[in-house]
């Protein structure tokens, strides 16, 4: 079976051959598809009372500075948000640092 490495060779196109090929032609007639979920969650999301309450989003009545993105580690996150949260509170502003942590519930 496929590992995450030959997957993503074969993603990227540095794999070759006619099995490669197959499979980036699925994932590409796939695509309209992952559009189309894509699509249907922001529509859901700019119509955040058409949500049920648990999904629904709520605007803060501060300002927030949100750090961070799909890769898990090494990517710098922390040290920016030490940067961030130095740099406003030498502004005279009030720091709050929320973290999820790694596993969600």
Known sequence: ??????????ISG????????AIR???SSLTPLYRLAVAVRNWRFDRATAL?????IYRAKVPVVSVGNL?????GKTPLVIWLANYFQQSQQRVVILSRGYARL
């Open 1 to 10: 079976m496929f590992q995450q490495q030959d997957l993503l060779e074969t």
């Open 71 to 75: 890769t898990t580690g090494g990517t």
């Open 52 to 56: 049920p309450y648990s999904e629904r």
């Open 14 to 21: 540095r794999r070759t051959g006619l099995l490669a090929a």
């Open 25 to 27: 032609l699925l994932l």
